[in-house]
Structures are given as structure tokens and as C-alpha cells.
């Protein structure tokens, strides 16, 4: 049997990240409790030698840092992403159905395999806004309780439901949440969890998420079936990183964009200027000239951590046939010729060095050459913050399901390689 220590804590660090906003309010907690100290954007920074800190923006992305006790000679960054596909409710979202039932208006958010959401107990989750004495206040909220489904149709009444199926979001994948004497129970519930009266609500960002666990399972344990795999394996990899190391000359740095499922193009997303704008206060505190900042910035290193497909079992013709990464074989290393994925010669090569000192097994990506890829956070924030660059991350299985499938062994692999990372 193999060392399941790692991936239970990271499928119970899943478990509580149950939107965007869930997902950086634990690992602000964990920070917390490790001794990061909060930095606001509207604030002076005042950033010693030694110091932990972590800054948040929008409430659904944060960057947490350790500054070197000697001299800064630059900043070794691992990015990952807090959201996943799934459902945003729209405004008003309650709908009555022929005065019977009760189901609520959405719309996709990222690029979900639709046919995976049906049939499954889902809930509610994000954040409120609302007024108070102080001005208007963020909430986050979980309705914590199996309210909702999207029911299939039969099979009688589709005959070719087996056939393959195109999905309409707007007729098909509305979530029933009972009968129309719930009407008005969503918000009640928001509210009471927010802890004030209805109208007090003056704002939200809500989605779906599925009810479902995280588990082991396979004939040795060999295997994590979870939601939201992708990307929360690689925050918690990268969270346990940089708490678990202090650095000796580089500022290491968790850093968690939002928005990377619709394309990062928001204030929280890797297209913003939150991870410029925190290193250069970083080295304004610390003393460092413009001129000084960039010398830094030619001595730094990201590692773009995002998980990876796997071979599938069912399918192996979608591989490419040179480079099949499977579950439990180690890190991925992301390749693309369109410069899809970051990695050059160079930070393969930096990749490979951090793991085999590591004592971590690795592995090389690349779509079929008549497979597109999807872009990166990694060639996305280099338009703000240009370093050398690799895109890594863990295999698995069915990405942006609404449950997904990975390796059991891959977690430890990639906190081990990580921590290694920020004690260079």
C-alpha cells in the first residue's frame, strides 16, 4: 500500500473549498495560523527581512510570500488557480415551473462537461454582499445541506440519450430545488447564514458545487476521485510549499489567481496587475530601486502549476504518441509548440533538476498535433511579469467533470518537489 497521508489532507482541503472564495478563505486561515501577517492594497506595507505576509484582491485570489532573511536576489513564484467549472446563478434566480416546482436560472462558468453535473445532490456557494454600519461587507456562504438537482430526462422520452447528446444550459441544466412553496427559501437561507435581513443582500456571486466527497479508492488506494481536482491538488501543493520552507535568498511565493477557467482577463486573474503590483511593492519596502526591481525580476522563476491529462484507459488514441503521462507517474512537464504551455529548453531543464534532487519521478506533456491546448497561467501573467517559466502539473483524469480522477501518490511528489523549489 502505498502513503496516503498526503492525499487524504489535500481531499479534506478540497472538501472546504467549496467556491473561489471558500477555497482562499481556508488557506488564508492556514497562512494565519502559520504566522502570515495580512497586507491590504489600500494600505503602506511595511515588509521586514525574515517576514511572512499574504495580500488578497476580490476575495478570491491571494498571493502569500516569505521574504529572505538576507540579501533578495529575486522571487521564485508558484501560480494555481481557486476556481472551477461550474454554474454562476444568475440575478433573481428563482423560476416556477406551470406553478409545481422551483428551479433556479444559471449559466456556465467555464468550460464544464455538462453531462456530468445531471443526477447529483448539489448546493449553493460563494459570497454575499451586504450593508452595514461600516459600508457594504463580503460574506462567504455555503448552503451546507443536499438542496438541489438537475434531473435527467428519461430514456423513454429520449431514445437516443445514448447516442451521444448536445446540452442547452439554459433548458437543460437548470437545477430543480423542489416545489413552489419553496419559493423565497434561497434567500432566506443567504441571508440567515449572512446573519441579516433579506434586503440587507445587495450583491452576490454564487455557483453550484456537487455534495460529493473526496475519496480513495482503486485496489491499493491508488486513486483520488474528487470535484474540483483541477486546479485546488496544485493549491494545496503550493500552500504546503511555501509554509513548510523558510527561504534563504529568494522570496517564495504562493500565488492563486481566480478566473483561470474564462480566461483570467479580471482583476484577480493571472492578465492583472496583482502579481506586479505585489512584487514591486515587495521590493519598495525592501529598498530596491525600479532598476533594482528588475534585476530581480532577471533572477526569478515561476512555476506554473496546473494538473495535466493522463492516458486514458478507454481512449488511448487522444494521446500523443510520444509522451503519455499516466496517474501516480510524477510531476508533468508541459510542452507546446505554439507556446500554449511556457516551458522551453531552459525550465525543462530547471524542472527536471528540482525533482531529481527531490528524489521525484517526472513525466513530459504534449497534445497530439492536432489536439489544441488550452492556455496557462504561466503564459498569461508573463504579459505582466516575464520570468522563465514552466508549466507543470499532476495527471488526471475526466478534467473540468464535475468529479475528477487522479493519483493518489502524485500529492506528496509534488509538495516534495515544490518545497525543494523554495529552498533554493
Known amino acids: 500500500m502505498m502513503n496516503l497521508e498526503w492525499a487524504e ?32 492594497e489600500r494600505d503602506a506595507w511595511e ?47 428563482e423560476m416556477t415551473v406551470e406553478d409545481q416546482y422551483l ?19 448539489l448546493s449553493v456557494a460563494g459570497r454575499v454582499v451586504i450593508s452595514s454600519e461600516d459600508g457594504l461587507k463580503e460574506v462567504n456562504v455555503n448552503v451546507d445541506e443536499d438542496l438541489l438537482v438537475i434531473p435527467s430526462l428519461a430514456i423513454h422520452m429520449n431514445r437516443d440519450a445514448n447516442k451521444g447528446m448536445e446540452f442547452n444550459p439554459q433548458t437543460d441544466l437548470l437545477p430543480l430545488m423542489g416545489s413552489c412553496r419553496t419559493k423565497g427559501s434561497l434567500t432566506e437561507k443567504l441571508a440567515a447564514l449572512a446573519g441579516v435581513q433579506a434586503d440587507e443582500i445587495l450583491g452576490d456571486d454564487l455557483f453550484l458545487y456537487v455534495r460529493e466527497k473526496g475519496r480513495i479508492a482503486g485496489a491499493c488506494g491508488e486513486m483520488m476521485i474528487a470535484p474540483r481536482l ?9 500552500m504546503e ?46 529598498g530596491k530601486t525600479g532598476s533594482d526591481y528588475l534585476r530581480l525580476l532577471a533572477d526569478s522563476f515561476m512555476i506554473s502549476a496546473d494538473n495535466a491529462h493522463a ?17 501516480n507517474g510524477g510531476i508533468v512537464i508541459k510542452h507546446h509548440g505554439g507556446q500554449k504551455y511556457t516551458t522551453d529548453g531552459y525550465s525543462e ?4 533538476s528540482l525533482c531529481r534532487e527531490a528524489g521525484v519521478p517526472y513525466q513530459d506533456y504534449h497534445n497530439r498535433s492536432d489536439i489544441a491546448g488550452g492556455s496557462t497561467l504561466g503564459n498569461i501573467s508573463a504579459g505582466q511579469v516575464s520570468v522563465p517559466t514552466v508549466d507543470i502539473g499532476l495527471a488526471q483524469l475526466a478534467m473540468h467533470s464535475a468529479v475528477e480522477t487522479a493519483g493518489s501518490a502524485d500529492v506528496e511528489y509534488l509538495v516534495r518537489v515544490l518545497k525543494g523549489f523554495c529552498e533554493k
Open 9 to 40: 489532507k489535500c481531499l479534506a482541503f478540497i472538501d472546504k473549498g467549496v467556491s473561489c472564495y471558500h477555497v482562499i478563505g481556508n488557506v488564508e486561515r492556514q497562512f494565519k495560523e502559520n504566522g502570515f501577517k495580512e497586507l491590504r
Open 47 to 93: 515588509i521586514l527581512s525574515g517576514g511572512s505576509y499574504y495580500v488578497k484582491r476580490g476575495g478570491s485570489s491571494l498571493i502569500a510570500f516569505r521574504v529572505p532573511e538576507g540579501e533578495l536576489r529575486g522571487f521564485h513564484m508558484i501560480a494555481s488557480h481557486s476556481d472551477s467549472p461550474s454554474f454562476q446563478l444568475k440575478t433573481n434566480p
Open 103 to 121: 428551479k433556479l436560472n444559471t449559466e456556465g462558468y467555464g468550460g464544464a462537461i455538462y453531462s456530468t453535473w445531471f443526477d447529483r445532490c
Open 230 to 238: 483541477d486546479d485546488l491538488e496544485c493549491v494545496y501543493a503550493s
Open 241 to 286: 510549499a511555501v509554509i513548510g520552507v523558510n527561504p534563504k535568498d529568494y522570496c517564495t511565493m504562493c500565488v492563486i489567481f481566480n478566473n483561470e477557467e474564462v480566461g483570467s482577463h479580471t482583476r484577480q486573474g493571472a492578465a492583472s496587475t496583482f502579481l506586479k503590483d505585489t512584487m514591486e511593492r515587495i521590493g519598495e519596502s525592501l
Open 311 to 327: 492516458l486514458h484507459p478507454n481512449h488511448t488514441e487522444k494521446a500523443d504518441p510520444g509522451n503519455r503521462p499516466v496517474l
Open 349 to 352: 531543464a530547471v524542472m527536471k
